[in-house]
């Protein structure tokens, strides 16, 4: 009853003890110590009557107490020294204790990072581990313990010995309990001390993720060791990550949303992490986001969004930066899929502009056409979204789906900055045609105050300049579209939208213009077609002004129908078949009657007077000369008199030339030739025009002999011999008389002109003998002799004696 008493209050001691000592208060527990251990002296000395096994226990226990106090004293020495007297252990219960202290100590020494201290402490409680069974499962438990906190103190080592138990505690932990998730993330510790980030690291992440626990706590540490790995293996990080949200999923904790959140935004990092070398596509990000979608996490929360929506964004511009243009493309198609997103209407536009860009960038006919199918709702009405699908439609070549995305730009009020560039894009592409046809397409679309607000004027006059340079090379078919343009300009103008009146004289010059300039290129329906339309913009100018005085307006009436006279007369020459050249010569006769009421308009009789004269004077003689050619060709013999007559005013020695060429080359009955040949000398050897009187010019001494030889062989050829002899006679008085001439010119009848006419009368004379016409014959000789005694120069009158002897011949008798 003795020793039971002394046990009761060696154990009540001891406790006391190490309440005192877990307080602070060493001093009592040192003298509650000193106590104990004289009562265990005093039981000690009486062995007869104690139980010694259990005196040995609490022998054991009262050095570990000292061994604590010491430690607590920071009187390690002390603590040493008591370790090393300590009794030698004989039951499990004394090593209980024995470990219970050295592992206490070696686990608060390893809070502190005195991993050498801690080393020392958990090797001893180690030594003493090793010595227990392994079928006790509380003992085995301790155990796991100890190994657990001694392989840790000895990571942080670095010598030799530290290392060698430490990779023997490490075998041990994953020989007797490799599974534990402590033991997992105890060797990924290791193996992130050492850097060792190689198979069996992932293999053991994997199995930690298999084995975690269903705590926050086990999830924290679980992704801290994942975080680890992502610049080592991207792979794997990826693999581990998914693995960790499929576990997440099973898992029933209450922060089990927010993690999945936190490891999808760290996914979305490290894919979109532009320190790497290597271009991440968004495959693993689609997975993890099926995988958040699978477990009912479909719309994640605003931060998370936002946070992804950001790397991402950021991402895609530099894949854009870099050329990677596939890439960026993958996660924008990413983004606008995925519903994990909670996009907004601007997020969603945003990133289809990005892919549009990223089309754009690297254009293929299969992308642009499957883009043109996903534009969302939203952007059906936003400017920026519709301006890059136009660019768009101009890589696939439809001209319509450009005017369809064009017009729908005008209908979203869109600035002008829009069109003009939607244009520009076109020209610069080399599409003029499309251009063009995106420009009718907004003038359609467009009303008044649309006309204003996007300056279609102005554009109209930048695209019809651009096509009229580019036309040189290209000549028919970009004339055939700024005439295109042209029209639909004339049409938005008649129905009464904003042109000003500069504006449409500068549509009517443009046209005239570029009629002028390639009228010898084109096709004639193109060149009629644009100054038709000259015209009609400046009759829509006269209305804008109210009808202003002034000459422009005829004046550029009359370079339209005389460049329009022009281009008919020039058709008809060029055409072969008899019935298309009579329908150009008509239509150039109803031009050339346009253009004659304009230049008479401007007072003919001021023309032909003034001096200098006046500019039109010469275009003025080249439509006389066109009319007198289609009216030649026509056989309106009643006209051509009164075109003759016309030209009286204004007649000089090239338009009479021409007169006379143009019916020479018609092929008409010499008795109708005749007749005009004859009207177009008295006419025009009586007109007052300057062109014939003045010394700057050749007088009509110089052409009157051609006109007369002329009109003297058409005469014989239709047998009007009483109209020859005129023309001998009238050729014998100016050849008598052009010495005295009143004219400014002085020069003789040519010589040439007079022999032929003296030899052709005298052939004459001499048919007439052969029929018996004697007093034909001698009147007919007579003129020839005089015509040849009027020559004046060399040949000392030998003709005229030639012509005698010849007479003289004839009159012989037989």
């Known amino acids: 009853m003795h020793d039971l008493g002394n046990f009761r209050s060696l154990e009540l001691a001891f406790k006391a003890a190490k309440a005192c000592i877990e307080h602070g208060l060493t001093d009592l527990s040192q003298n509650i110590i000193e106590s104990a251990a004289t009562r265990l002296d005093l039981m000690e000395a009486?062995?007869?009557?104690?139980?010694?096994?259990?005196?040995?226990?609490?022998?054991?226990?009262?050095?570990?107490?000292?061994?604590?106090?010491a430690w607590t004293q920071e009187r390690p020495d002390i603590a040493d020294h008591l370790f090393s007297k300590a009794p030698e252990t004989k039951t499990t219960e004394q090593q209980k204790v024995i470990v219970d202290t050295c592992y206490s100590i070696g686990e608060a020494e390893l809070?502190?990072?005195?991993?050498?201290?801690?080393?020392?402490?958990?090797?001893?409680?180690?030594?003493?581990?090793?010595?227990?069974?392994?079928?006790?499962?509380?003992?085995?438990?301790?155990?796991?313990?100890?190994?657990?906190?001694?392989?840790?103190?000895?990571?942080?080592?670095?010598?030799?010995?530290?290392?060698?138990?430490?990779?023997?505690?490490?075998?041990?932990?994953?020989?007797?309990?490799?599974?534990?998730?402590?033991?997992?993330?105890?060797?990924?510790?290791?193996?992130?001390?050492?850097?060792?980030?190689?198979?069996?690291?992932?293999?053991?992440?994997?199995?930690?993720?298999?084995?975690?626990?269903?705590?926050?706590?086990?999830v924290k540490i679980v992704y801290h060791y994942i975080t680890e790995i992502g610049n080592s293996s991207l792979e794997h990080y990826f693999g581990a990550c998914e693995q960790l949200l499929d576990k997440l999923a099973s898992l029933?904790?209450?922060s089990k949303d927010q993690w999945m959140e936190k490891i999808f935004v760290s996914f979305i990092w490290v894919l979109t992490n532009t320190t790497s070398n290597e271009d991440h596509s968004p495959v693993h990000a689609e997975a993890a986001a099926q995988i958040l979608t699978d477990c009912g996490l479909d719309k994640p929360s605003e931060n998370t969004t936002q946070a992804s929506l950001i790397l991402i964004w950021k991402y895609i511009d530099t894949m854009l930066s870099k050329g990677s243009t596939f890439i960026a493309e993958q996660w924008c198609r990413f983004i606008l899929k995925h519903s994990i997103f909670q996009k907004t209407p601007d997020v969603e536009a945003k990133y289809f502009r990005k892919l549009a860009l990223c089309v754009l960038e690297k254009y293929n006919p299969s992308t642009a056409q499957q883009i043109f199918g996903e534009i969302p709702e939203v952007c059906k009405h936003c400017p920026l979204t519709l301006y890059l699908m136009y660019r768009l439609a101009l890589l696939t070549g439809n001209p319509s789906l450009s005017t369809t995305y064009i017009q729908s730009l005008c209908k979203s009020g869109a600035d002008s900055t829009y069109i003009w560039s939607c244009v520009g894009d076109a020209?610069?592409?080399?599409?003029?045609?499309?251009?063009?046809?995106?420009?009718?397409?907004?003038?359609?679309?467009?009303?008044?105050?649309?006309?204003?607000?996007?300056?279609?004027?102005?554009?109209?006059?930048?695209?019809?300049?651009?096509?009229?340079?580019?036309?040189?090379?290209?000549?028919?078919?970009?004339?055939?579209?700024?005439?295109?343009?042209?029209?639909?300009?004339?049409?938005?103008?008649?129905?009464?939208?904003?042109?000003?009146?500069?504006?449409?004289?500068?549509?009517?010059?443009?046209?005239?213009g570029i009629a002028l300039e390639l009228y010898k290129q084109s096709s004639i329906q193109?060149?009629?077609?644009?100054?038709?339309?000259?015209?009609?913009?400046?009759?829509?100018?006269?209305?804008?002004?109210?009808?202003?005085?002034?000459?422009?307006p005829i004046q550029h009436y009359l370079k339209c129908t005389?460049?329009?006279?022009?281009?008919?007369?020039?058709?008809?020459?060029?055409?072969?078949?008899?019935?298309?050249?009579?329908?150009?010569?008509?239509?150039?006769?109803?031009?050339?009657?346009?253009?004659?009421?304009?230049?008479?308009?401007?007072?003919?009789?001021?023309?032909?007077?003034?001096?200098?004269?006046h500019p039109w004077v010469d275009k003025y003689r080249i439509i006389l000369s066109l009319d007198f050619e289609a009216t030649v060709f026509l056989r309106q013999w009643e006209d051509l008199a009164k075109i003759i007559e016309a030209s009286k005013p204004v007649v000089e020695v090239k338009l009479s030339s021409v007169f006379l060429d143009c019916l020479l080359r018609s092929g008409a009955p010499s008795s109708y030739l005749s007749q005009f040949v004859k009207k177009?000398?008295?006419?025009?050897?009586?007109?007052?025009?300057?062109?014939?009187?003045?010394?700057?010019?050749?007088?009509?001494?110089?052409?009157?002999?051609?006109?007369?030889?002329?009109?003297?062989?058409?005469?014989?050829?239709?047998?009007?011999?009483?109209?020859?002899?005129?023309?001998?006679?009238?050729?014998?008085?100016?050849?008598?008389?052009?010495?005295?001439?009143?004219?400014?010119?002085?020069?003789?009848?040519?010589?040439?002109?007079?022999?032929?006419?003296?030899?052709?009368?005298?052939?004459?004379?001499?048919?007439?003998?052969?029929?018996?016409?004697?007093?034909?014959?001698?009147?007919?000789?007579?003129?020839?002799?005089?015509?040849?005694?009027s020559i004046s120069g060399d040949d000392g009158g030998e003709l005229g004696r030639l012509l005698r002897r010849n007479l003289a011949r004839l009159q012989q008798p037989v």
Request: aromatic share 10%.
């Open 427 to 512: 020209l610069q592409l080399g599409k003029t045609d499309t251009a063009i046809q995106s420009l009718q397409g907004v003038m359609v679309t467009s009303d008044g105050r649309g006309f204003e607000r996007l300056q279609i004027p102005r554009i109209l006059q930048w695209v019809i300049c651009t096509a009229h340079e580019r036309s040189a090379t290209n000549c028919e078919d970009l004339l055939g579209h700024v005439t295109s343009l042209l029209e639909s300009a004339l049409i938005a103008a008649t129905a009464g939208n904003p042109f000003s009146s500069v504006e449409l004289r500068w549509f009517a010059c443009k046209s005239y």
């Open 252 to 254: 029933n904790i209450d």
């Open 680 to 789: 177009m000398i008295r006419t025009f050897h009586s007109s007052s025009s300057q062109s014939l009187t003045t010394k700057s010019t050749d007088g009509l001494n110089t052409h009157l002999p051609r006109h007369l030889r002329c009109l003297f062989s058409l005469s014989i050829h239709a047998e009007e011999y009483i109209l020859a002899e005129s023309v001998l006679d009238q050729a014998l008085i100016l050849a008598r008389d052009s010495p005295n001439s009143t004219r400014s010119t002085s020069t003789p009848y040519p010589k040439d002109e007079l022999q032929w006419l003296a030899t052709t009368a005298f052939n004459r004379a001499v048919e007439f003998f052969l029929v018996s016409a004697d007093e034909e014959c001698r009147r007919w000789a007579g003129k020839a002799i005089a015509l040849a005694d």
């Open 111 to 218: 809070r502190k990072c005195q991993y050498d201290t801690a080393a020392t402490w958990l090797g001893r409680a180690l030594a003493v581990c090793e010595l227990w069974p392994g079928d006790w499962q509380g003992l085995r438990d301790k155990k796991l313990l100890v190994f657990h906190a001694y392989a840790r103190s000895n990571l942080h080592l670095t010598t030799a010995t530290a290392e060698s138990q430490l990779r023997r505690a490490l075998n041990f932990l994953r020989t007797e309990h490799g599974n534990s998730f402590p033991i997992l993330i105890f060797s990924l510790e290791v193996f992130n001390k050492k850097g060792e980030f190689n198979e069996e690291y992932f293999e053991t992440l994997k199995n930690s993720i298999k084995e975690m626990e269903n705590d926050d706590a086990s």
């Open 46 to 69: 009486s062995k007869a009557e104690t139980d010694m096994v259990r005196l040995e226990d609490f022998t054991t226990e009262y050095y570990m107490l000292r061994i604590y106090l």
């Open 562 to 613: 005389f460049l329009r006279s022009i281009v008919l007369v020039i058709e008809a020459r060029r055409e072969k078949a008899y019935a298309k050249k009579e329908h150009h010569y008509r239509e150039a006769s109803e031009a050339i009657k346009q253009c004659k009421i304009h230049i008479q308009s401007l007072g003919i009789t001021s023309i032909s007077n003034i001096n200098p004269p």
């Open 526 to 552: 193109i060149v009629l077609q644009l100054l038709y339309l000259s015209t009609r913009f400046m009759e829509l100018e006269q209305k804008k002004t109210e009808g202003v005085s002034g000459t422009d």
